[in-house]
């Protein structure tokens, strides 16, 4: 079973940008799985942020306007999310997730809560 | 921006069934897929493509999809079945990945 798990820095700044990385083990990071990221901000809902192929190939929310990279290093099997121009909206635990078959969300890292605040 | 609705609450006794609504206008074409996300935890695929159970999932959760609903019935609710309840599915093109706002169940 493939296991995911989050690190980066937890508190950022309004403006600063969020650079966070998930670490792939159990599975190989090839395939027909895209690598995805997720968030929750406190007391809400899921909000899928974008996803990355092994090949480089991403696919991202609309809604967030051109603010997230998703990137992948198969070298280290790991993938890695970037956020740019922070405000306390951003505020969320951010999950990283197999997207099996680009078809459903299979396995989930554990979470990590990001805080943007001044 | 596409949407899938659900009912933010629920309640029923321990025992009884519980079923859980998801509605979306591209849900006639695309799979219904169903999370639960206990307290404190990451969500727990428990239904995927409409209907299909995860191995390790309880026979008591099923699924179903008829035009443009999507439902999870908990036959036998229990405590420990208390949770949030995510639909999750794509929009008509496929490319852009949705949840629905979640139903909170309470089992008492």
């Known amino acids: 079973q493939v296991q995911l798990r989050e690190s980066g820095l937890r508190l950022l700044k309004p403006s600063e940008t969020l650079s966070l990385i998930c670490d792939v083990s159990g599975g190989s990071i090839f395939g027909s799985n895209w690598w995805s990221w997720v968030r929750q901000s406190p007391g809400r809902g899921l909000e899928w942020l974008g996803e990355?192929?092994?090949?480089?190939?991403?696919n991202y929310n609309g809604s967030l306007k051109g603010r997230v990279t998703v990137s992948v290093d198969s070298s280290k099997s790991q993938f890695s999310l970037t956020l740019t121009s922070l405000t306390a909206a951003d505020t969320a635990v951010y999950y990283c997730?197999?997207?099996?078959?680009?078809?459903?969300?299979?396995?989930w890292g554990q979470g990590i809560l990001v805080t943007v605040s001044s | 921006s596409y949407d899938l609705t659900q009912p933010p609450s629920m309640s029923v006794s321990p025992g009884q069934a519980a079923t859980f609504t998801c509605s979306g206008d591209a849900l006639p074409n695309q799979y219904a897929h169903w999370y639960q996300q206990r307290t404190g935890q990451a969500p727990l695929l428990v239904i995927y493509?409409?209907?299909k159970r995860p191995s390790g999932i309880s026979e008591r959760f099923s699924g179903s999809r008829s035009g443009t609903v999507a439902t999870l019935t908990v036959r036998g609710a229990q405590v420990e079945d208390e949770a949030d309840y995510y639909c999750?599915?794509?929009?008509?093109?496929?490319?852009?990945?949705?949840f629905g706002g979640g139903t909170k169940l309470t089992v008492l």
């Open positions: 999750y599915s794509t929009d008509s093109t496929g490319n852009q990945r949705v």
């Open positions: 990355v192929y092994y090949t480089g190939t991403t």
């Open positions: 493509e409409d209907k």
């Open positions: 997730a197999v997207l099996y078959a680009g078809q459903f969300f299979q396995y």
